[in-house]
């Protein structure tokens, strides 16, 4: 497919017009568009538009000018975007569809609800809760960076230059503040230039605490009774109620405080309480069962062993992202009718179309029904389903050398081998196949 051309746009727009200037809703996807043929000048000239699909092309980024301000609904599913800052030019869209992009992660589904303050829907969801975690993440962000401020200018000289000063603290803030999951640094690092920039133009006078785009009353009047992403205390009313092994093994001190202790003697206190696999959500299920959980391993950090502060977790029909600091339920995948039993992490080297290599954490899941599902928790899509047993499936396993190879077992004694479950084909020696656009690249032979 080529450039754009009117003709083209006024087949494929709605209602029927011979001017540009009438169309409401205009349908372009599945023809392979690159992101240079979306022409600015041509489509600039759309100033009724309201609804545009995009989806089925091989988008990479979206032009930065495409004077649509009127724009409602945009559907760019199922393309190669990287990035979504661009989307900022459409202060008025309402529903967003981006699924199958997969380059984009959890930061970028952050950003979007930054960016777009009359944003309703993405991905066909209730916008609402990403819009919670926003505000709780940039209300943590900009304490620390105005604490940042304080240190820094504290520690300036006063012959330094304020200009070099300033770059330097802004440099200094995105370097050293942190703060929620490594899986939202994109994000959090964003966010904090974004901070430190307005708390310089001020000259520290003034940042503001939740500087979130307003959102119209409605949105905000029907996010109120949605329970937050965050974890909150139990309710007095709910016992926590210990099976009796384990308050046989609670310490006379941790009786006494309703505490844990650790094994130097100090006492624990739990940080967050979350029910996230409870049916319905409702605080009182306490029959649900959390069968596994597991850390993910911290594939940066250079040696063997290192885990990151997040966590997934699996019971009942659900499998559960978590960052243990902030309480955030990062992702959670359901599936009705499944009892998730065990879950295990491996990551994966990929290829882009550009070339570039990415390191993909893959999070597998298995259960009651024997399939072993793989997801792909930075982009929050099943990548593939696996028929390994018959049985339900008591745990999962990944060889600690060969990062495509999952060991499944269940209960009591069959243990399969799974190569090549990371969509690299157990059937062809040295193979290399593509999810989404981008190559998987391994080295696998059938056992």
Not at 237 to 252: A, G, M, Q, V
Not at 265 to 285: I, V, Y
Request: some cysteine; hydrophobic content about 35%; charged content about 20%.
């Amino acid at each position: 497919m080529g450039p754009l051309s009117v003709r083209l746009l006024i087949q494929r727009g709605r209602p029927k017009s011979d001017r540009l200037g009438k169309i409401r809703s205009l349908d372009l996807s599945g023809l392979k568009l690159l992101s240079e043929h979306l022409d600015p000048k041509l489509l600039s000239r759309l100033k009724q538009l309201q609804e545009l699909d995009l989806s089925n092309n091989q988008l990479e980024t979206l032009p930065a000018n495409l004077g649509l301000s009127h724009l409602r609904i945009l559907r760019c599913a199922n393309n190669q975007l990287g990035d979504v800052t661009a989307l900022c030019q459409f202060p008025q869209l309402e529903e967003l569809s981006l699924e199958g992009n997969p380059f984009l992660t959890v930061s970028d589904n952050l950003k979007v609800s930054f960016l777009l303050p009359k944003l309703r829907k993405v991905n066909g969801k209730d916008a609402s809760s990403t819009c919670s975690q926003v505000e709780n993440l940039n209300r943590e962000l900009t304490s620390r960076v105005t604490a940042h401020w304080e240190k820094f200018m504290a520690a300036l000289s006063p012959e330094e230059e304020t200009e070099k000063a300033q770059a330097d603290f802004v440099r200094s803030a995105v370097r050293d503040v942190r703060y929620g999951p490594e899986s939202l640094s994109d994000f959090t690092q964003w966010r904090v230039r974004m901070i430190s920039e307005e708390l310089v133009a001020s000259g520290g006078t003034h940042v503001h605490e939740a500087d979130i785009p307003e959102r119209p009353p409605k949105t905000r009047a029907t996010r109120e009774p949605r329970a937050r992403p965050v974890a909150l205390k139990r309710p007095s009313d709910i016992p926590l109620s210990l099976s009796p092994s384990k308050r046989e093994h609670t310490s006379p001190l941790a009786q006494a405080e309703g505490s844990p202790v650790g094994s130097d003697g100090s006492q624990l206190e739990p940080l967050h309480f979350l029910q996230c696999h409870s049916k319905n959500n409702s605080p009182r299920d306490l029959e649900t069962q959390l069968w596994a959980c597991a850390f993910e391993p911290a594939w940066d950090e250079g040696h063997a062993g290192a885990t990151s502060q997040t966590v997934a977790t699996c019971g009942g029909e659900a499998v559960c992202v978590i960052d243990c600091q902030t309480g955030i339920v990062l992702h959670k995948y359901k599936s009705p009718g499944e009892e998730f039993f065990s879950v295990a992490w491996t990551a994966l080297t990929v290829v882009t179309q550009a070339g570039h290599k990415k390191r993909w954490s893959v999070l597998a899941a298995a259960g009651l029904r024997g399939l072993v599902r793989l997801l792909h928790v930075r982009a929050g899509f099943c990548c593939g389903v696996i028929r390994a047993h018959k049985k339900a499936i008591a745990t999962l396993c990944f060889s600690p050398t060969h990062e495509t190879h999952l060991f499944s077992k269940t209960s009591p004694h069959t243990l399969t081998l799974q190569p090549g479950a990371l969509g690299l084909s157990p059937w062809l020696p040295r193979s290399a196949q593509t999810v989404g656009g981008t190559m998987l690249r391994g080295s696998l032979t059938r056992l």
